[in-house]
């Protein structure tokens, strides 16, 4: 979301302080085996959209029975009265959303009931003048906010199986002015992400972290299944205005995320004041500018500089990591993607060392776990040979990676746990590197801050 046969996936206890301390969210592991290849396979296709929709193509995802897990799962309550959702925990977005009645078959399936606006009494449509409509978070001008769909830049019709379903049918439910509040015009969305996508309209409801009131959201009535199995939404933490952290306001957040072996402990989330970062060996960096494009000012950029194997430094270019003003390049910290992708020059180089340092025979593991380089140990019980940990050097910082996080055990298979980006795309650190660090995200100072951490007694 290490021996590992398990990819995390965090699902959030009600267990919330809220005040002064601000939010603390326990998160638990849902565990799947085998999952490398799933993961694998959500992240490339994650990567190849975002390309997609940088270049102005239509971006569209597959659809499969099997579950790509990797994700982290908070639970929301929303609504009057509330009602709980798990929804994926995403820094690489900014869009809140859950699923909403009524909902045809281009729902997905989850195990909670449907959110239906017209149960609440809370509900209520986002104006058109708001702040927070998708468009102009997006910095979007050829918007349309009518009872249909939003059209930025060029016509961008979701499937004909999402087009309109008939909420007017509803109750009339009515807000504070009397007005019927679901026949209103409403901000409507097709919001895209690597392997898919949801549609319908953005709202205002009640959020239930000691009664938040009026947090922008989606209501989707229609949505690509593969991404959000196990969900009911998702959960933005991006760096838009739409997102959790921007719309409470928290000046900062963090989070540890227990080790993969570990199948009885709860990791942590925590935004607002409560998020400080006071363990050993803190190392800070800052965020990058992001470029003033809709498709990445979302992402929390850093400076790579360059990367080490135990002592050796690796022959990576300088502008390897470099962020460009068109938004290409660069590398940003992705809660949302699982293994880490590295732009060619800098992949082949972490590929050459290790393999340098490993002496047991290469194996093609790319149908069993979609990564490049893999080896056959010679029994299940066999333990993988000592690695030096890997630092990636960043401005201002080094973050220490140890061997069995960027090292993946499953089937009898010991893998490179990062996958070779060759087509221009940001690279990614994801969140299978991030295991056992308490990472601080500090909006106010604009720094990222991490520090080597046992998430199992945070």
Known sequence: MASLTVLISLVACATLATGAAGVRVELTRVHSSPFVRDAVRRDIHRHAARRLAASGDTVSAPTRKDTAMGEYLMTLAIGTPPLSYPAIADTGSDLIWTQCAPCGDQCFNQSTPLYNPANSTTFSNLPCDSPLSICAAASLTECVCRSGFYFPNRDLEPPASAARFDWLAGPN??????????????WR?????????????????????????????????????????GSSGLVGLGRGSLSLVSQLGADKFSYCLTPSQDTNSTSTLLLGPSASLNDTGVGSTPFITSPDMALTNTFYYLNLTGISLGTTALSIPADAFSLTANGTGGLFIDSGTTVTSLVDAAYQQVRAAVLSL???????????????????LPSLTWAPPALPSMMLHFDGADMVIPADSYMILESG???????????????????YQQQNMHILYDISQETLSFAPANCSTF
């Open 358 to 376: 490993v002496t047991l025979p290469t194996t093609d593991g790319s149908d069993a776990t979609g990564l490049d380089l893999c080896f056959a």
């Open 413 to 431: 298979l010991w893998c490179l746990a990062m996958l070779n980006n060759t087509d221009g795309e940001a690279s990614v650190l994801g969140n």
């Open 173 to 186: 439910r009515s807000n504070r002015t009397g007005s019927r509040r679901l026949r209103k015009p409403w």
């Open 189 to 229: 969305y097709n919001y895209t992400y690597g392997t898919g996508w949801t549609s319908g309209v953005q709202g205002f409801e009640t959020f239930t972290f000691d009664s938040f009131p009026g947090i922008a959201f989606g209501c989707s009535n229609a949505s690509s299944g593969h991404y959000f199995n």
